[in-house]
């Protein structure tokens, strides 16, 4: 189907095609015929990361500066293309230029993220491979998949609400966001996966129910806080957990999940990024990484959100903020 997104500061709206999941599915069915044809194998993703690792960053990098040149060179007015650019050749090749760049009628930014999480299934699925054909796949490494696996499809399922998040709407496009989407996500998001190929982890069975628990506390939380969040945008008089939604000054919501703390949804993120390294147990840091990166992150992003939105709605924001006091988590920040 297809999605629309946020309305832009010159009242325009882009639409986007969100079939992702067709996409996924028929890369899958495409991969599934090619290992059974017996044109490539399906460890060959795994067997080829550091090229992969490589030759995508190279990519990451031509395709900022590309970015950057056709951005400045843009004479269109629009919000979604007109060029912003700040004089400091640092800062617009990283930040970008644009908000929402097209190459033939394909918004990059909402490519470059589908792009991104499809190579994180794939990864794993190939690591899953290597772990199957090592005879090593064990309770630790089914949950660290089925988490993954649940996470993405459903990242598909929902596609659509990715565009009314702040990194569709409001980031513009430059190094930062192609290598957190190309290179960042599907290689520092599967660390997990490649410690446990070399490493053999017996979960014992209530550590496994208590990693599942998480993470499905975190998936309730961050899906439904998401949808909370889509839905009012679409629909500001939509019922949230069956009653009116609650709202200060006409534009913020403070029912559900968004009455609990003023950024809940960070919350799910966290709990989901730790049920993905749990599985991994506790003898090393390593596939600690992505939830240590991502707490920071939040909170960087968490204090960003903070001053945007206090300078954005004034006494709206102050009032908001005394009826939720709490940022993250409820009673502890």
Known sequence: GRGAGAVLPDSSRL???CNGLLSLLLLLGLSTLGVYMGWMTPTVVADRGLELLS??????V?????????GLRSRHQSSSLKPHATGSFIEDWWFGVQLNPHFMGVDLKFFFIRAGMMA?????LSLLAKSYLAGSVNRAVILYQFFCGWYIIDY??????????????AERLGFMLVFGDLVFIPFTFTIQGWWLLGNKVELPLLASVANCIIFLIGY???RGANKQKHLFKKDPKAPIWGKPPKVVGGKLLVSGYWGIARHCNYLGDLLLALS???PCGAS????????????ILLIWRERRDEARCSEKYKDIWAEYCKLVPWRILPYVY
């Open 15 to 17: 639409h986007y095609r």
């Open 55 to 60: 030759t995508t960053l190279i990519f990451s």
């Open 62 to 70: 031509i395709v900022s500066f590309l970015l950057y040149y056709t």
């Open 120 to 124: 994180w299934l794939f990864i794993n």
């Open 156 to 169: 598909f399922i929902h596609e659509e609400f990715m565009t009314s998040t702040w990194d569709i709407i």
């Open 220 to 222: 309730l939380v961050f």
């Open 276 to 278: 993905f390294s749990l």
């Open 284 to 295: 090393s840091v390593i596939p600690y990484f992505y939830p240590t990166y991502l707490l």
